[in-house]
């Protein structure tokens, strides 16, 4: 397994799994990629993006994003995973990874949102600290889905800089 930052070399790949993810009951951030919207996230000076390799293939994406001026103290975090690569430790690896970058957007505090009946990445984001403060109801609705509720987790990094 290879951990690297996103770049437009991984565009092609990156779609795919984001096609692959579409069929996961559970919703994900990484659904509907496009060359265009993974250009915007490598330019943007707050949002940090890896994929993990396996077999040449992104078996894996994670992203951290930085909130804005009053929340620059506070990244959001999402990872996802191709079906065939599950249970082998990619989603730890890439939660870990970002975690130690997360000072580099000079951020001290991580949220991760995740469906409630997400139980497999609840167990991970619980068995690494992260605690679960609240439940966002209908935080997510469309037509084809309904209304999905998201558990909302946090964890305590580091230092608090200004940006």
Sequence with gaps: MTLQLLDTSHFAEAISLSEALKTDPSP?????????????????????TVVTLEENRIAGVGAIQRGGRHQAHLAEISVAVHPEFRRAGLARNLVVDLE?????????IIKALI??????????FESLGYEHKATLMAEFKSESIGEIDDAVYYIRIGKVTDP
Aim: aromatic share 10%.
């Design 115 to 124: 469906w409630v009946e997400n139980r497999p990445s609840r167990k991970l």
């Design 100 to 108: 130690e970058r997360v000072e580099l957007l000079g951020a001290e």
């Design 28 to 48: 994900c951030s990484f659904w509907s990629l496009t060359e265009e919207r993974l250009l915007e996230w490598i330019k943007d000076p707050c949002r940090i």
